[in-house]
């Protein structure tokens, strides 16, 4: 079973609408959370991260964590074209003194015009 | 500018074959890792370098070596290449090691292996 598990796999959502990720993790040892973005034929790149239990907005995008279920989610309003992309959850942990990464396996996000 | 090149961005080599993987960064960044991400496996940690020495390795094979020149390279030489190779390798690099720095992500080269 994978660490880090999103869902859903896919997702469409009409322009201006409201698009939600979610990714839960199942180990206690993740203490820190990344999302990111990857356009067709691009590398990621981070929106964000959290790592305290609550909300955390920028611009459009609100991250949300659940320490107790280790459930983090990302919110995008008002969503455009551009932001059709494969999104990542990352978990971060503290490994003798060195940071791991663990991603989990994706959501693909269409926005239709 | 781009500030992190990877080169080549596409690679088609023979099963048995060698390559490296060329990375290099322009953020003054510390830190350099290697990623995998292929059709079956979502983005795949391989190493990590830290002020050009190695610190993590979660590749099982050793047919895989990353190679520090310079603390703003890390390439990464495959031998004995497979099928099973093919993928995108992207490379990232972080302001340093330590918890919490974000990762920017190189354009990635695109292995197949025939």
């Known amino acids: 079973q994978q660490k880090v598990q999103q869902s859903p796999e896919s997702l469409s959502v009409p322009e201006g609408g409201m698009a939600s990720l979610n990714c839960t993790s199942s180990d206690r040892n993740f203490q820190y959370f990344w999302w990111y973005r990857q356009h067709s034929g691009e590398g990621p790149k981070a929106l964000m991260?959290?790592?305290?239990?609550g909300d955390k907005k920028e611009g459009r995008f609100t991250a949300h964590l659940n320490k107790a279920s280790l459930h983090v989610s990302l919110h995008i309003r008002d969503s455009q074209p551009s932001d059709s992309a494969l999104y990542f959850c990352?978990?971060?942990?503290?490994?003798?003194?060195?940071?791991?990464?663990?991603f989990g396996a994706g959501t693909k996000l269409t926005i239709k015009p | 500018d781009p500030k992190i090149i990877q080169k080549p961005k596409y690679l088609v080599a023979v099963t048995g074959s060698e390559k490296i993987l060329i990375c290099e960064q322009y953020l003054g960044h510390n830190a350099m890792y290697w990623y995998r991400q292929s059709a079956k496996k979502p983005l795949e940690f391989m190493f990590s370098?830290?002020?050009?020495?190695?610190?993590d390795n979660q590749t099982a094979s050793s047919r895989f070596q990353p190679q520090s020149s310079k603390k703003n390279h890390l390439d990464l030489q495959i031998t004995a290449l497979k099928p099973d190779d093919s993928a995108t390798y992207f490379c990232?690099?972080?302001?340093?090691?330590?918890?919490?720095?974000?990762?920017?992500f190189g354009p990635g080269t695109r292995l197949t292996v025939l």
């Open positions: 991260s959290i790592f305290s239990d």
């Open positions: 990352a978990a971060s942990e503290r490994d003798y003194g060195n940071e791991k990464i663990t």
């Open positions: 370098y830290s002020y050009q020495k190695l610190m």
């Open positions: 990232a690099s972080s302001q340093d090691k330590d918890w919490g720095y974000e990762q920017y």
